[in-house]
């Protein structure tokens, strides 16, 4: 088979794949998206976690998530990790000296430090069992407790499957399940989670699909934290999170598709309504001791570009708002500073594979742009990487999807792998990615459980 | 947010009830397009909806309505860009893979009737976007290299390690079977 025999194969093959009729559903769903004025319409994606949607995304940034992947790729996969001719091929950033660095930390516009990365093997040191299929994409701590979302159908789609999603809380010293919250009717998803003075709240959907007029296709729940009792439950509301003393909260409409309106405030014990603030934009982050609103520039255009307002929790004040050149990720403290990881910009975005780099943001703006992290992944090879903000400190996550997976903490005075790394060697990864908490990762283990990792940070 | 007014797309000669009726024209093919980068006919309608939603916010944007499609097609690949890299990186969980699913799924159906589906999972969100619209779409690549705004050079090169990739994890797959149907 040569060249052109296999491009001949490839034409012939996916040429004749079929181009199905769109579902009513789709077609229903697409007219009801245009709206005079080009009125915002956003909804809750069925297949996909809101990653920008919810007030904690910061702390659940996704490479915190991929970050686990790595983890729990060596972790699954049972290898010593090793360095690998591919890390420094494929997972070492080439930083290209485009920032402009200006303040702490003090990181150098041309790096020339080597890359000195050590293998450290993250160790297993429990596994928890009782939460079926643990879905990584939400999850919230209080006190001594991790409270994460299960699946009982393993099947978040279905909800015709036995047992549906539901909340489990474990026991970060035994690291036992030792209760478990399940709305009375088969819940699909669990979208957004949060726990707060000694109350569970989370939201999900129900059934598979939504056409503008129904109601109730997701719903808000509470749930008392110690006798494990629903106490409250609200059709067509959408959890953002919890911060500054209150349970926020949004209005679903469109045919409880499309998050509108203002922020509203509820009481986190009882969920009595405690008024509510003017909020115009996208989304919610609740991250470095504020509350933003994301906006991200429309996606026809190369210029993309994310709106950025710090805002007042008392009254909806904007008290800032700039715009981030590219796409950006979960706010996430660092000691007492603000990062966040950015894709690039304008025609960046398209001709430039990953080109990420990391912001600082103070009160009213971008105070300091790192180097961009070249992650150009058409030498050949399949890697996926990123870098992110997760458990206040920096990260780059390599991923050739199935063979190996790396992560590598970043030192921000350098912008250079530090020396931890975790690798996986091995094909056949089936597990989710879950959480960095404190010093432990959390993956989702080939069994459908839960494995906890210690995690040696390095230098 | 920029928006346009509501009855006529600002800067361009297209009303929106024009818009409305490019679109409708364009869904089924639009769907295709996400189908096969994403794989997934349930996510597939996720990023039709949401590539339509954004297309009429930015219709202000379309100079020219002759350049629709390609217009259309570049924000469906990079909607469909963002959700695989997100579900790359996030290892989401692979909803429903039974076979009464695979069988409602057109979709996957297809790509996986011979490891298709595989190869094509093992390539970067770009060199998927470049094999689908090459192969699928049977488009020049000249003709994605604008769609996309990408230099022709990062056409081919994505299309070249694409391949490359794609016949590696093939081969590893099904090996001589695949080699008997090609030949």
């Known amino acids: ?459 | 947010m920029n928006a346009p007014g509501p009855s006529r797309a600002a800067g361009s000669r297209l009303t929106d009830e024009s818009f409305v009726a490019m679109c409708d024209a364009a869904l089924r093919r639009t769907y295709g397009l996400a189908g096969y980068l994403l794989g997934d006919a349930t996510e597939a309608e996720d990023a039709t909806q949401d590539a339509m939603d954004r297309a009429w916010r930015a219709r202000g944007s379309l100079r020219d309505p002759a350049a629709f499609e390609g217009w259309l097609d570049r924000i469906v690949a990079n909607v469909c860009r963002d959700r695989m890299r997100r579900r790359k990186l996030a290892r989401m969980v692979d909803l429903e893979t039974g076979p009464e699913h695979e069988a409602a799924d057109p979709f996957r159906a297809f790509l996986d009737r011979d490891a298709l589906g595989h190869a094509l999972d093992a390539l970067t969100p770009e060199q998927r976007i470049a094999v689908v619209l090459r192969f699928w779409r049977d488009l020049p690549l000249e003709e994605i290299a604008t769609r996309l705004d990408w230099p022709l050079g990062t056409v081919e090169s994505r299309l070249h390690h694409a391949l490359a990739v794609m016949r590696v994890r093939l081969e590893r797959d099904v090996g001589a079977e695949l080699r008997e149907t090609i030949q």
Not at chain 1, 159 to 174: F, H, I, K, Q, S
Not at chain 1, 318 to 338: H, I, R, Y
């Open chain 1, 1 to 459: 088979m040569n060249d052109t025999e296999f491009e001949g194969w490839l034409a012939s093959r996916l040429g004749d794949g079929p181009s199905p009729e769109p579902s009513p559903r789709l077609v229903a769903l697409v007219h009801a998206g245009r709206r005079p004025g080009g009125a915002l319409t956003r909804k809750p994606s069925l297949t996909m976690p809101g990653w920008f949607t919810a007030g904690r995304r910061g702390f659940a940034g996704l490479v915190g998530l991929a970050a686990c992947v790595a983890l729990a790729g060596a972790l699954l996969l049972g290898i010593s990790a090793k360095t690998s001719p591919n890390v420094s091929a494929s997972g070492r950033p080439s930083i290209s000296p485009t920032g402009t660095p200006t303040a702490s930390p003090r990181p150098s516009t041309s790096p020339t430090a080597a890359a000195t990365a050590t293998a450290l093997a993250a160790t297993v040191v429990a596994r928890v069992t009782g939460c079926q299929n643990p879905l990584g994409w939400d999850y919230a701590v209080s006190g001594n407790d991790l409270f994460v979302v299960c699946d009982a159908s393993n099947s978040p789609s279905s909800n015709t499957a036995p047992g549906g999603a539901y909340a489990a809380r474990v026991d970060l010293t035994t690291n036992k399940v030792t209760a478990t919250y399940r709305y009375k009717t088969i819940m699909t998803y669990i979208e957004d989670m949060t726990v707060d003075d000694g109350s569970l709240w989370f939201d999900g959907t129900f059934g598979s699909a939504c056409v503008p007029g129904c109601s109730g296709f997701r719903r808000l729940e509470l749930f008392d934290v110690a006798t494990g009792k629903n106490t409250l439950d609200l059709p067509n509301v959408e959890l953002e999170g919890s911060a500054f003393g209150y349970v926020w909260v949004r209005n679903l409409s469109g045919g409880a598709m499309a998050t509108e309106g203002p922020l509203r405030k509820l009481d986190p014990k009882t969920g009595q309504d405690r008024g509510s603030i003017s909020f115009k934009m996208d989304s919610v982050q609740f991250a470095c001791g504020s509350l933003w609103g994301i906006t991200r520039s429309n996606w026809a255009s190369a210029d993309a570009s994310t709106t950025v307002a710090r805002i007042d929790p008392a009254d909806g004040t904007v008290l800032a708002q700039f715009t981030v050149p590219g796409w950006l990720g979960g706010l996430q403290s660092v000691g007492s500073e603000c990062w966040a990881s950015v894709e690039p910009a304008g025609a960046d975005l398209y001709t430039a594979d990953y080109a990420d780099l990391f912001v600082r943001i103070g009160e009213s703006g971008v105070e300091y742009t790192s180097p961009r992290f070249d992650l150009n992944d058409d030498a050949g090879g399949t890697w996926w990487t990123a870098v992110d903000v997760q458990g206040g400190a920096f990260w780059l996550v390599s991923d050739d999807l199935g063979s190996s997976a790396t992560l590598q903490r970043l030192d921000p005075s350098t912008w250079q792998p530090t020396g931890t790394l975790w690798q996986s060697g091995a094909s056949g990864y089936q597990g989710d990615p879950f959480a960095i908490i404190g010093r432990s990762a959390w993956a989702c283990d080939d069994a459908g459980g839960i494995a906890r990792l210690d995690i040696p940070l390095g230098p």
